[in-house]
């Protein structure tokens, strides 16, 4: 995998429905990302961070323009096989966690495994040492609801990355949590999901953890309009802030 | 994930119970309509079943069932015994007849005369008495649930007074002529609900209004090694009478009981409305379960549950759904046979009718969690991301 770019593409467009109602959600996209990064895409509503993000996560397919993703083009798959590739590739985390209710918190962690269709203790054991990591041993086996949201959150990364993923995607993961609970959380994202073989692609609206990012790409109705790193931005942030009065 | 599949329908209890609930009341309605109506059918037939002794029955042409009784001429049985081939027949007086009880009421009963030589057609299990004492002067049987529930005796003089069950040498008269009981019998209930009494032919025939003392049914024995079918055609082409195996007799009551009146229609009803009930509670609770977790369903698609998986899923929660709610309703049908007293209610659970229901919760099953597959399959794993 080394060498590889983790996320390359070029022109990627891509509309929704046909004729009259076609909606143009991205229109000519060029983005390559490394493995070892955290990149963020911000931007206004509606300006298709969900539609690329789902592209970078193999489970929506582009309407034009070339990709590839961990050295792959999900596109070029059968079904079947992009299915495949999400289940070994690909990591996730979701606004609302969608933790499975019926179950253990410590079964929820080992889903990743179970489509797998590997051996049940053994995936447990995984599973139980994952959530050691994020600090939840001990509500191994609750259920996700007697639990808070940000601990829900955790609980949602450690299934995230059981299986290894190489790409890790997360649309919008603190917007559900309270401002220090959505630091905790990018803080384990940032510590438990950075690795020289893996890109974590963020979407967010939430300026306050712009800096866990090292790059980020600002889209504006269905364009990539500037990529900037974490620094810059936060300077920029500050200067805007500054102007404003609140910083002195 | 078959597991997990498992874990999610029984961890939603609300809806777990409900669906069981459903597709066992489903269960339970079907089934036990079913049994009570297959009950109630056998009854039609029970005096055939009853005389075991005759190979061949032989009636009036026209006659429909057993219960309806079409007069034969009296030289009948001589033209019948006249049939190469025939080792015995003997004439049965079937007719309802109206008895006057010891304290003055008056009761509808169906009159059965057996031949007075043989006794062939006496009911085979005797609780009190001898099939031989039918031959005393004026001797009837009774059966023991019409003795117990309409043929009563007064216990003191008050005719309203407190009654017991008619006992062995009580009295009642039929057409006002005296008949003693000299035996209580134990018998199937049949389709009517009347008492029945058994006498000898020509006693019956004594008791009946002189316009009906008829001959009503044949039975005929065939000799050793006869082969049935061409002895039936004999005696049909010989006598102008239709001669009917036991079998063939059974099925033509049916036949009536089932083509003739509506009770096929009413239970068919109650059977429908039990598949409904299923339907509506049992199908409809599945479904919304499956709504309930699609966002799971689509969170498990994203991370690459094939589809297989997915439907593997829903599969196994039907399976597991129809299974337990089957067996309890099945269960509890049989619990209702065996505490229901088998005399009042006719209840017959034949291994056909859990076949019946078993196919109607595959059907409520199948048509829910196909909906519910196709509900997943559809999914757009995209939409996860939407919050
Ligand atoms: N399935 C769809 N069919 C038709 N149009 C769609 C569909 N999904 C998204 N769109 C449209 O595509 C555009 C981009 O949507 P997308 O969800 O990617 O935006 P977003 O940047 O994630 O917005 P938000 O910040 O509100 O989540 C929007 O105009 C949206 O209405
Ligand atoms: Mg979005």
Redesign the pocket.
């Known amino acids: 995998m080394s060498g590889e770019q983790a996320i390359f593409c070029e022109g990627i467009a891509k509309t ?2 046909e004729g009259e109602a076609a ?1 143009k ?1 991205l229109r000519g996209i060029d983005f390559t990302a490394n493995f070892g990064e955290i990149v963020a895409l911000v ?1 206004p ?7 690329l993000i789902s592209i970078f996560a193999a489970i929506l397919s582009r309407s034009s323009g070339a990709l590839q993703l961990a050295g792959v083009d999900p596109d070029a798959m059968t079904n079947q096989d992009r299915t495949i590739f999400r289940r070994e590739k690909v990591g996730f985390i979701f606004q609302q966690f969608n933790l499975v209710p019926q179950i253990s918190v410590v079964e929820n962690v080992a889903i990743p495994l179970f489509l797998r269709g590997e051996n049940r203790s053994e995936a447990l054991d995984r599973a139980e040492k994952l959530l050691t990591e994020v600090g939840l041993h001990n509500r191994a086996h609750s259920r996700p609801s007697k639990l808070s949201g940000g601990q829900q959150q955790r609980v949602a990364i450690a299934r995230s990355l059981i299986h290894e993923p190489s790409i890790l995607v997360c649309d919008e993961p603190t917007s559900a949590l309270d401002g220090a609970t959505g630091q905790r959380v990018m803080e384990l994202i940032r510590e438990q999901g950075r690795r020289p073989d893996r890109i974590v692609v963020l979407v967010t609206h939430d300026e306050r953890i712009y800096h866990f990012a090292d790059r980020i790409a600002h889209m504006d109705d269905g364009l990539i309009t500037r990529i900037v790193t974490s620094d810059v931005e936060l300077a920029a942030l500050q200067a805007v802030a500054f102007e404003k009065g609140k910083i002195k | 994930m078959r597991l997990i599949a498992l874990k999610m329908l029984f961890g939603d209890s609300a809806k777990f119970y409900g669906i069981l609930l459903g597709l066992t009341f489903a269960t339970l309605l079907i089934t036990q309509q079913a049994a009570i109506f297959v009950g109630l059918m056998s009854r039609t037939y029970a005096l055939i079943e009853e005389t075991p002794q005759a190979d061949l029955w032989v009636t009036d042409p026209t006659m429909q069932f057993v219960d309806d009784t079409k007069p034969m001429q009296v030289t009948a049985l001589d033209r019948v015994r006249s049939v190469t081939g025939i080792e015995w027949a003997s004439p049965l007086f079937k007719g309802l007849l109206v008895a006057k009880l010891p304290n003055g009421g008056r009761q509808i009963c169906d009159v059965i005369g057996v031949d007075d030589a043989t006794l062939i057609g006496a009911p085979a299990i005797l609780l009190q008495g001898k099939v031989e004492d039918l031959r005393k002067t004026d001797a009837i049987f009774i059966e023991s649930r019409g003795a117990a529930k309409q043929l009563l005796q007064p216990l003191t003089a008050d005719k309203n007074g407190p009654k017991r069950p008619m006992q062995v040498g009580d009295e009642l008269e039929l057409n006002e002529r005296r008949a003693i009981i000299a035996g209580i019998a134990e018998t199937r209930p049949s389709f009517q609900n009347v008492p029945t009494i058994y006498t000898t032919y020509l006693r019956a025939v004594g008791f009946a209004p002189a316009n009906r003392r008829t001959l009503s049914l044949i039975l005929v024995k065939a000799l050793p090694g006869q082969n049935l079918l061409e002895l039936q055609k004999r005696i049909q082409t010989q006598t102008g009478l239709t001669a009917y195996t036991p079998a063939e007799f059974s099925w033509k009551t049916l036949d009536y009981w089932m083509t003739q009146t509506g009770i096929p229609i009413n239970f068919g009803m109650a059977i429908v409305l039990g598949f409904l009930v299923g339907v509506a509670i049992a199908g409809q609770m599945f479904y919304n379960f499956t709504l309930d977790n699609l966002r799971y369903f689509g969170a498990m698609k994203a991370m690459g549950a094939t589809s297989r998986q997915l439907l593997n899923m829903v599969a196994v929660q039907g399976l597991a759904a129809g299974v337990l709610g089957l067996g309890l309703g099945l269960g509890a049908t049989a619990l209702f046979g065996l505490m229901i007293p088998g005399d009042r209610l006719a209840f017959k659970l034949t291994w056909h009718l859990p076949i019946i229901s078993t196919f109607a919760v595959i059907v409520i099953v199948l048509g829910a969690s196909g909906l519910s597959m196709w509900k997943v399959i559809r999914l757009d794993p995209k939409e996860v991301f939407n919050g």
Not at chain 1, 45 to 51: A, E, H, I
């Open positions: 929704y429905g909606v959600a931007g509503s509606g300006c298709g961070k969900t539609t």
